[in-house]
């Protein structure tokens, strides 16, 4: 699986958009990017994923540019509940052993 | 059940004592996972389940470690002689089968504490 680079913290103000780079130059043409994030003391949650088109759902956008080598996890209004390290995993499509490749993600911090 | 389920939440035993985790997977979900995530670190892939089986052992560490899932739902982690290293909070996951979508549902872990 190819290996991501993000920030190891960001900081974001409440109602503001919150804005995470994920760095994946090494991605290949198959491979699905993937977002998840972790609440203090909870398991990692799904977010979104995608491979060429930005993608949107109730929680989150993501914008992933043109040679794919990097995206942005897009939170449009956070509140204090986003407060959570997040995780972009990159990982080609497996219909049976979906295994996933975590890092260290990034501790995103919303400020009140 | 509603999401995935993991006991004891919380596990303090002694240097080389025996420990089972157990994991109640999502009702329906043919996919197992566990994982192992050590403070400020992401979680570590352990092993796999499709079913009955363990289709991917890869990520246990020795062979202090086993888990089973006999009737391919409930699943338990083993941990024989435990060690202050294996001190860590484990997390089961559980997922469709040929969704092909990797989305897996987590539940919140148990913390096992090696004295």
């Known amino acids: 699986d190819a290996k991501t680079t993000q920030p190891t913290s960001m900081d974001c103000a409440e109602g503001r958009a919150a804005n995470l780079p994920c760095n994946h130059s090494?991605?290949?043409?198959?491979?699905?990017v993937y977002w998840y994030r972790q609440i203090h003391s909870q398991g990692p949650q799904y977010i979104i994923h995608?491979?060429?088109n930005n993608e949107t759902n109730e929680m989150a956008s993501l914008i992933i540019t043109e040679d794919r080598k990097s995206s942005t996890l897009i939170l449009p209004h956070a509140t204090l509940r986003d407060t959570a390290v997040y995780y972009c995993i990159v990982r080609p499509p497996n219909f049976g052993n979906e295994k996933l490749t975590f890092g260290t993600g990034t501790r995103l911090t919303i400020i009140p | 059940g509603a999401g995935v389920s993991q006991t004891p939440s919380n596990k303090v035993t002694e240097k080389g004592k025996y420990v089972e985790l157990r994991c109640d997977p999502i009702?329906?979900?043919?996919?197992l996972y566990w994982y192992r995530q050590s403070l400020g670190q992401g979680p570590e892939f352990l092993i796999y389940?499709?079913?009955?089986?363990?289709?991917?052992d890869s990520g246990l560490p020795n062979d202090r470690f086993f888990a089973v899932r006999p009737e391919g739902s409930v699943s338990t982690l083993k941990i024989q002689r435990t060690e202050r290293g294996d001190s860590a909070v484990y997390l089961c996951?559980?997922?469709?089968?040929?969704?092909?979508?990797?989305?897996?549902?987590f539940g919140a872990g148990s913390r096992l504490t090696v004295l």
């Open positions: 996951a559980s997922s469709s089968q040929g969704s092909g979508a990797n989305v897996l549902t």
């Open positions: 389940f499709q079913g009955t089986g363990a289709a991917d």
């Open positions: 995608g491979l060429k």
């Open positions: 090494t991605i290949s043409g198959n491979e699905y």
């Open positions: 009702s329906g979900h043919t996919a």
